[in-house]
């Protein structure tokens, strides 16, 4: 048994460790992100809309009782002999009916409250959209401190050489102390450069830990084979034209210009009369001096209830024109929110097309640092280069893998912003964008 125990541990230890991904990251965030949660209670509450707005519709039932202990002690004026003192308990109770037959503002009430319930539809969409680039946008973050950190250390180590080669320099005299003052310089500012960096990880780590509730680990980064796709369709017109029909944000303002446009007809409907349809039933018992004691009826009326209104001192009237007014400036909003739709398509339909661009030339330039970086690590083999000249080759291929890295990034952020502006983004993106990922290869 213990054999078996030593071996399962074994090969525990054995196995290689993998880094979290984008997906394991997004789902951590869909379970303990607060402001995730908040959306899915605010969802809960705005889908209670319908039953609502429906309730005005249907018939109300109310019951009510009471119960009244009286003594009463009456002596008329010309009859002292005919004083008297009665005590009794009186009761009554009754169930009450009210059917709406007519009443405009209730069904127009009711069209609204569909109008809410897709409203907060549409509005949780946006917040599930929000949490998928919060989430991409710390995790990328946090891989780019890491790779600014490696470049900035690598940069260090050649300042250091160089520093410590113009003390060398300068103490058999084939430098001036101004080189050296130079290099220490230098040296100092990467310092100070180091330590900024150092704490960018660490920020950009409590950013993303606030996300998912609990310390990332190691990240998984993009693989260096990882090939970016151009947007589909490759045409900015349809991107454009997409998002100002689709757009999460004009479907939200979409429903809201409905909404007030139906508030007109509300308060219009106050003007209206209104028809309800009353039944009553039920018992009382009182005391009856006619009747020489108690008297107990059982009673049950039905009919209709017209109500018309005739003035009501202005207020109906102003709350039509405040409608009115909203629903002018739910229109304009529904179109500012169709043009900053469209911006937005623009500007990140721009960004991932550039961001390809970009992506392509610094590939060339890593390939180019890293053939720079072969060449002078030979020459210095063969004395015709110095240990200086491998080090700064050597920080140039990490400064270009960084850029590299940073474009990368951006480009697959704006590909992700540019699906939630036309109100597309969705898992699937965040899987397309996982299968890109090295959790091998872990920072």
Do not use: C
């Not at 330039?365 to 890293?370: G, I, N, R």
């Amino acid at each position: 048994m213990k054999q078996i125990a030593w071996l399962f541990a074994a090969s525990l230890t054995a196995a290689p460790l993998h880094a979290a991904d984008l997906v394991q990251i997004y789902r951590a965030a869909q379970d303990n992100d607060p402001v995730y949660a908040a959306a899915r209670a605010t969802l809960d509450a705005g889908r209670e809309k319908a039953p609502q707005g429906l309730a005005g519709l249907l018939p109300t039932v109310t019951a009510s009782g009471n119960t009244v202990w009286n003594d009463v002690d009456s002596e008329p004026r010309n009859v002292p002999a005919a004083a008297s003192n009665v005590e009794y308990n009186s009761y009554a109770y009754q169930l009450t009916l009210s059917q709406p037959l007519f009443r405009w503002q209730n069904w127009v009430a009711y069209g609204q409250a569909k109008q809410q319930v897709a409203q907060a539809e549409a509005t949780f969409v946006q917040a599930s959209q929000d949490l998928i680039l919060r989430v991409a946008q710390a995790y990328f973050d946090v891989l780019y401190a890491s790779e600014n950190l490696t470049a900035v250390r690598a940069n260090k180590e050649a300042i250091a050489q160089q520093l410590e080669l113009a003390k060398k320099s300068f103490e058999v005299g084939t430098a001036t102390i101004t080189d050296t003052h130079e290099a220490q310089a230098r040296f100092d500012l990467v310092q100070a450069q180091e330590i900024a960096a150092e704490s960018e990880l660490e920020v950009r780590r409590q950013a993303l830990q606030t996300l998912i509730g609990k310390e990332a680990g190691k990240l998984a980064p993009p693989r260096k084979d990882a090939v970016l796709a151009p947007p589909e369709p490759n045409r900015l017109a349809d991107w454009v034209a997409a998002a100002e029909k689709d757009a999460l944000a004009v479907q939200i303002q979409q429903a809201q210009a409905e909404i007030a446009a139906r508030e007109v007809d509300k308060q219009r409907a106050g003007h209206y009369p209104t028809l309800d349809l009353v039944a009553n039933r039920g018992k009382s018992k009182a005391y009856s001096s006619t009747a020489l004691g108690a008297v107990d009826s059982d009673f049950a009326n039905y009919g209709l209830q017209l109500n018309i209104p005739l003035f009501q001192g202005g207020a109906t009237t102003s709350r039509q024109r405040e409608a009115a007014a909203n629903s002018t400036a739910a229109r304009y909003g529904l179109e500012a929110a169709r043009r900053n739709a469209a911006l937005a398509a623009r500007q990140y339909y721009l960004g991932v097309t550039n961001g390809l661009a970009q992506v392509n030339a610094l590939k060339a330039a890593l390939v180019s640092s890293q053939s720079a970086l072969e060449s002078n690590k030979l020459g210095y083999e063969v004395g015709v280069r110095i240990n200086i000249d491998v080090l700064n080759a050597e920080n140039q291929v990490y400064v270009t893998r960084r850029d590299l890295a940073k474009a990368t990034f951006d480009t697959l952020m704006a590909q992700l912003r540019l699906k939630a502006a036309v109100g597309t983004l969705g898992e699937d993106d965040v899987t397309k964008i996982n299968a890109l990922l090295d959790d091998s290869a872990a920072q």
